[in-house]
Nanobody
């Protein structure tokens, strides 16, 4: 069974930092890309960052470039999102995700979200 467990959210003042963790199980961690998404109240879910565990390639949405860093520890099957210089607009529920194509179907797995609240 594929499982993704996100943790590390909390309440922080603007300018502060948090580190989110996403621990995965039930699939070959090293073969897939893990992504972080977020959803703020009244807004659509958006992609924040992702990392390919196969080759280390990373991606960041423009609004977090230079502030967030994604990394992966294959020994722990865990992906981290280090968030620095947090802004109130970073407030959202953060989710981790993995997906792949299997027998022509898209397999799409989400962890339970972790709340990040940044106060001004």
């Amino acid at each position: 069974e594929v499982q993704l467990q996100a943790s590390g959210g909390g309440l922080v003042q603007a300018g502060g930092s948090l580190r989110l963790s996403c621990t995965a199980s039930g699939f070959r961690f090293g073969d897939f890309t893990i992504g972080w998404f977020r959803q703020a109240p009244g807004k659509e879910r958006e992609g924040v960052s992702c990392i390919s565990n196969a080759d280390g390639t990373t991606y960041y949405t423009d609004s977090v470039k230079g502030r967030f860093t994604i990394s992966s520890d294959s020994a722990k099957n865990t992906v981290y999102l280090q968030m620095n210089s947090l802004k109130p607009e970073d407030t959202a529920v953060y989710y981790c995700n993995v997906q792949w194509v299997e027998a022509a179907a898209v397999m799409d797995y989400w962890g339970k979200g972790t709340q990040v609240t940044v106060s001004s």
